[in-house]
């Protein structure tokens, strides 16, 4: 079978059209697949139908068709309800089909929840996301993946629409799952340390912007530094990436460190500043926002910034 014949052929669903998977969505319709989608967000699904997909309200009713069902929800406790809960997905998804598991979570849960559907004969691949909303949208993703032959060779159509790169880490679900986990540690680490920089920096009176130019030319850069100081500097806390998903996040970290009876000191204490910003009414806006929190403490003024000290 050519593999133009392949594409056409298969239908997929993206459970969770958040800022990931409508934009994961888009990409997938881009190359003529057939796409389906379900959000509990109306606008969510309005972007899909706008854009070429079949909106539906449960993941029964979009998966029920699907050849491949990926889940772009925030944890693994979603991730199960769309899979088993009422109007689930695994219900009325056929013996072979396939299930690309996206949400950040322990391999532990990982590995439940591909047993869980390897009784109904639903292949899982275990495949978090990095790349952040823009690249969703253009089909440039980076994912962590693992998962059997079989289930690599179903997602082929799907991970060539969504993904940049695709790397293939193991033959065992719960591997991707721990990749994304060390990732997630370095990447709320560097939110964390480059909001204490520009905070600090704004402390000692010096012109942040030209602070922003200066340090993104030096050794002291990081992606995080160059992505996220940009929304402090424009005082923009529109979440791309909000701060209880770092709660979450680097709580996966710290749980799985004590279990491995593994000292993660600095992961701990980026862990705190997410808490801390969360408990000050900011967690359901940009991560950018610890820097509001420091700010707030330290009695510094951001751009864009009016929150009483």
Not at 14 to 23: E, F, I, Q, R, Y
Not at 75 to 100: C, R, Y
Request: glycine letters at 10%.
């Amino acid at each position: 079978m050519v593999w133009e014949e392949i594409v056409k052929q298969s239908s997929i669903a993206v459970v969770g059209l958040g800022s990931m998977g409508l934009g994961m969505a888009r990409s997938l319709l881009r190359t003529g697949l057939d796409v389906s989608g379900c959000d509990i967000n109306p606008a969510a699904l309005d972007g899909l139908k706008a854009s070429g997909g079949h909106p539906f309200a449960t993941p029964a009713q979009a998966c029920e068709n699907a050849d491949i069902a990926v889940i772009v929800v925030v944890n693994a406790a979603q991730t199960e309800s769309v899979l088993f809960g009422p109007d689930g997905a695994v219900a009325v998804m056929k013996p072979g089909s396939l299930i690309i598991s996206s949400a950040t979570m322990s391999p532990a849960d990982a590995k439940a929840l591909a047993a869980r559907a390897a009784e109904k004969g639903i292949h899982i691949l275990d495949a978090p996301i990095s790349g952040g909303a823009a690249k969703a949208d253009e089909g440039k993703l980076t994912v962590m993946a693992s998962g059997s032959a079989e289930a690599f060779a179903k997602a082929k159509p799907a991970l060539d629409a969504m993904a940049e790169t695709v790397y293939e880490l193991g033959d065992a679900v719960g591997i991707g799952s721990s990749f994304k986990i060390v990732n997630q540690l370095l990447a709320g680490v560097h939110i964390a340390a480059a909001c204490e920089a520009i905070t600090f920096a704004k402390s000692l009176d010096l012109d942040i912007t030209r602070v922003f130019e200066v340090i993104t030319k030096s050794a002291g850069n990081s992606w995080m530094f160059e992505n996220r100081v940009p929304r402090v500097l424009a005082g923009d806390y529109n979440p791309r990436s909000a701060v209880s998903i770092f709660t979450k996040d680097l709580g996966i970290v710290s749980d799985l460190g004590r279990k491995q009876k593994f000292p993660l000191p600095i992961a701990s204490a980026a862990l705190q500043l997410f808490v801390m910003t969360e408990a000050a009414g900011m967690g359901g806006d940009d991560d950018a926002s610890v820097a509001r929190l420091l700010a707030r403490i330290a009695g510094v003024t951001l751009p864009g910034v009016k929150e009483e000290i």
